[in-house]
């Protein structure tokens, strides 16, 4: 087990996007480190204005920051809202990034993605291919903010040495996830599909393309633990990739989770829809090295997610999605509108409701 070079406990250790997938599940695993965990809704600072974000920071003086906020989506919403994925992320990393700068904060960690790297980068994707090819088209816009982001650490360490360290994590789902078929994720749009093909007695469900790309999948209790570890034991300008080493094809995750939910019909394949990158599995070889692995199954995890839907917290994800929200900036109460799987027919609607801000979601 490496050495604890920087310890949490005592600490006042500020989570930018709490209210999102990723942050929600870092402030629940903060809960057992001894640390005072900091918080902020929309409504007290837009993380998109440098001077809400300047004040704030100089105001509340954190030792730490997760900065896990950011505008994220779907294909179907990269492809819609290009210019919005590219700014809005751009803007607030920025912004939280300069001010912990301003504000001497001792450590902070960058939540990147594993669409950074090339659409045909080497498999499993070691953190060195970064910029070595061309992008996967589809996400583009999110990527290149995500590289500024990762880039922008390694900058201010460079020119200030800040101790800014960056992950990056592979696809992640699980409590808290964005179940709104019209912005959501190939993981929790498979189970809403199976539990709304299984509840109305439907008997199929439909995926896109071709179902033969291979993705891995991390559940994010996971990532929040793994994400603790590093913000521990690690300090170096590279950033560290974050996944479970393993990857699936979309159709036979597809089989999984039918299997989980209990849908026993078949499923079929919309061939005009697009595949995006043939595979993708980040090499985890680094975070083995620091003394990290993960502890849920796919299986696993699955069904807690399953279980996360069926309460219902998906209604309040969705809402905020189409009311335009950033992630981690609402002001809904995280308590879940208790939704009993006997009603969920009419929870089809949903995903009929307009869609042109469906890509601010939370993770």
């Not at 250790?13 to 599940?25: K, L, W």
């Not at 870092?26 to 809960?31: E, F, K, S, T």
């Not at 004040?55 to 730490?64: F, G, L, Q, V």
């Amino acid at each position: 087990m490496p050495e604890v070079i920087y310890s949490l406990a005592g600490k006042r250790v500020y989570v930018a996007g709490h209210r999102g997938m990723v942050g929600s599940a870092i402030v629940r695993r903060l809960a057992s480190e001894g640390c005072e965990i900091l918080t902020a809704t929309r409504g007290e600072v837009d993380l998109r204005r440098q001077d809400q974000v300047e004040a704030w920071m100089s105001k509340n003086r954190p030792d730490a920051v997760f900065l896990a906020a950011a505008r994220v989506g779907g294909i179907l919403a990269n492809a819609t809202y290009p210019a919005d994925f590219l700014y809005d992320n751009l803007i607030l990393q920025a912004n939280v990034i300069h001010a912990a700068h301003r504000a001497h904060v001792e450590k902070l960690m960058f939540l990147g993605s594993s669409c950074i790297y090339p659409k045909f980068a080497d498999q499993p994707i070691v953190e060195d291919s970064l910029l070595t090819g061309s992008l996967e088209p589809t996400n583009e816009w999110y990527a290149i903010a995500k590289i500024a982001g990762l880039k922008l650490c390694h900058a201010y360490r460079k020119q200030h040495g800040r101790d800014f360290i960056s992950a990056m994590p592979t696809n992640l789902y699980g409590p808290g996830d964005n179940f709104d078929l019209g912005s959501s994720h190939v993981m929790p749009a498979l189970i809403r599909k199976a539990h709304e093909a299984k509840i109305n007695q439907r008997q199929e469900i439909c995926i896109w393309g071709t179902g033969t790309p291979r993705r891995e999948f991390l559940h994010v209790d996971d990532c929040a633990d793994a994400c603790l570890h590093l913000m521990k034991t690690y300090s170096a300008e590279s950033h560290v990739n974050v996944g479970s080493g393993e990857d699936i094809t979309i159709l036979d995750l597809g089989y999984l989770v039918s299997k989980v939910v209990g849908f026993e019909g078949k499923i079929t394949r919309d061939l005009t829809k697009p595949d995006g990158t043939p595979r993708k599995l980040l090499s985890v070889d680094k975070l083995r090295t620091l003394g990290w692995s993960p502890k849920i199954g796919l299986k696993e995890g699955i069904a807690d997610a399953y279980r996360s839907f069926l309460d219902g917290h998906y209604l309040e994800r969705s809402n905020r999605a189409l009311s335009g929200d950033l992630i981690g900036q609402s002001d809904i109460s995280f308590e879940r509108a208790k939704v009993s799987a006997l009603h969920a027919p009419t929870l089809s609607t949903v995903a009929h409701l307009p869609s042109r801000t469906a890509n601010l979601r939370e993770e």
